[in-house]
């Protein structure tokens, strides 16, 4: 079993994690700038910010993976890449990273252009999408001896649209997870699932990949 740090573990994407993570025995510790008074039976939960990074590295501290789910929003919209980044060199070369990005670094298809880039893509999301793909950029810039992976959850994914957990879900590789409609899905237990799945079974060393139905 693995000991697992979750950062946003009270977001809509972390606490999916948290949950499905502790349901199969990990070792899991959800970080947030607070504690929320309903917790899931079995995590740890500290206070901790992306915005202190040397507090937030001392406190993770023994954990074997860390798991980014801090979208660029509200106040964080232009602070998350940047910390990302900051957090992944102070941590211990052996921890490896995941990070929970948006579906408009997907490709539209093999080879294709990018989800963020097609006139469809809502204008108001474009600094987030953009932001998230930064993060990716420097992953795969970085030093080779730093394992890590990142998700691009399908287009539908969100609070708004939680659905069930029914333990399945397709890899998409770079490229969006749309069914034979068009639709792009998945629950937030799922994309969980996708995410524990990797830890547990990695097949994305220094990868990204997309997850849909």
């Known amino acids: 079993m693995a000991r697992i740090a979750v950062i946003g573990g009270t977001g809509y994407a972390g606490s999916n994690i948290v949950a499905e993570a502790v349901e199969r025995g990990h070792t899991v510790v959800s970080v947030a700038r607070s504690i929320p008074s309903e917790r899931i039976e079995g995590a ?9 990074v ?7 501290e023994g954990v074997d993976v860390v798991v980014a789910a801090v979208p660029a929003r509200g106040d964080m919209v232009g602070q998350v890449r ?10 211990p070369a052996d921890v490896r990273i995941g990070v929970i990005g ?10 294709g252009e990018r989800l963020v880039d097609q006139p469809s893509f809502t204008e108001e999301y474009k600094p987030e999408a953009f932001e998230a793909i930064g993060i990716l950029e420097d992953l795969q810039g970085g030093p080779a001896s730093r394992d890590w992976f990142y998700v691009h959850p399908a287009g539908g994914f969100g609070g708004w649209n939680p659905g069930e957990r029914t333990g399945a879900y397709r890899d998409g590789g770079d490229v969006l997870v749309t069914d034979e409609d ?5 629950s937030g237990r799922d994309l969980a699932v996708a995410v524990v799945d990797e830890i547990e079974t990695p097949k994305h060393s220094r990868e990204r990949f997309t997850v849909g139905y």
């Open 44 to 52: 740890t939960y500290i206070e901790g910010t992306l915005l202190d």
């Open 54 to 60: 040397p507090s937030l590295a001392a406190e993770l």
């Open 82 to 91: 940047n910390n990302v980044a900051e957090l992944v060199a102070e941590l």
């Open 102 to 111: 948006g579906a408009g670094g997907s490709l539209i298809a093999p080879g």
């Open 182 to 186: 068009g639709e792009s899905y998945i």
